[in-house]
């Protein structure tokens, strides 16, 4: 069992920074690949990024890329989503999620924390 807390979010201007962190519990963190998704308001829930249980693949969606990075640090059960030159379009609830693989769809992820939310301002 993994139980997942995300924290972060908040409001922030165009072109500002974030930095959101997914903490787990549970022994066997690294055996877990993590994603980040986010749901926009009226919108279906989409994947943003992904990343091994060991931190040597990721992935990223390409409207994201060059701007968010993902990572992971093991030895705190914690992975990072760093979100750069936010748009007003990236405003939405962020979600990690833990899973088996590192994949963009959802239903490959079994643990899922409760969001935090992230406002972009124009």
């Known amino acids: 069992q993994v139980q997942l807390v995300e924290s972060g979010g908040g409001l922030v201007q165009a072109g500002g920074s974030l930095r959101l962190s997914c903490e787990a519990s549970?022994?066997?963190?690294?055996?877990?690949?993590v994603g980040w998704f986010r749901q926009a308001p009226g919108k279906e829930r989409e994947f943003v990024a992904t990343?091994?249980?060991?931190?040597?693949?990721?992935y990223y969606r390409d409207s994201v890329k060059g701007r968010l990075t993902i990572s992971r640090d093991n030895a705190k059960n914690t992975v990072y989503l760093q979100m750069n030159s936010l748009k007003p379009e990236d405003t939405a609830v962020y979600y990690c999620?833990?899973?088996?693989?590192?994949?963009?769809?959802?239903?490959?992820?079994?643990?899922w924390g409760q969001g935090t939310p992230v406002t972009v301002s124009s």
């Open positions: 999620a833990a899973g088996p693989l590192a994949l963009t769809t959802m239903n490959t992820y079994k643990y």
């Open positions: 549970g022994r066997t963190f690294n055996a877990y690949a």
């Open positions: 990343i091994s249980g060991s931190g040597g693949y990721t």
